[in-house]
């Protein structure tokens, strides 16, 4: 016969993945503050830095694009009420290109 209590061992994961996933399903609670810095950080900081770097140092129109792109990969999964693990996943891919478009601008 099975047995019908589960072990309440703490196992100590390393692995990251697992802690992004923990830290993701606990953060679940405070949706909206999470959805609200994802914007604010994304539209107040990020998109405007990449225009004025663009403005002053001259970018190319695939530079928008990606920055448009990157700024929907944050709008969808807020406005489509999917998981934060999707937010913080989209949110990271657009400062990491943001990142890299605005240090080739004033680096280059």
């Known amino acids: 016969m099975a047995t019908l209590s589960h072990s309440t061992a703490h196992v100590n994961d390393t692995?990251?993945?697992a802690n992004f996933n923990q830290f993701a399903e606990?953060?679940?609670f405070n949706r909206m503050g999470w959805a609200c810095t994802a914007l604010m950080i994304q539209g107040s900081l990020l998109s405007p830095i990449l225009l004025l770097t663009m403005a002053y140092f001259g970018g190319g129109d695939w530079q928008f694009l990606a920055s448009m792109f990157c700024f929907l990969g944050v709008l969808v999964p807020i406005l489509s009420a999917q998981k934060l693990k999707y937010l913080f996943i989209g949110l990271s891919v657009s400062l990491l290109v943001h990142a890299a478009i605005i240090a080739m601008n004033v680096l280059g």
Request: glycine share 0%; hydrophobic share 65%.
């Open 26 to 28: 606990a953060a679940e």
């Open 15 to 17: 692995n990251w993945l």
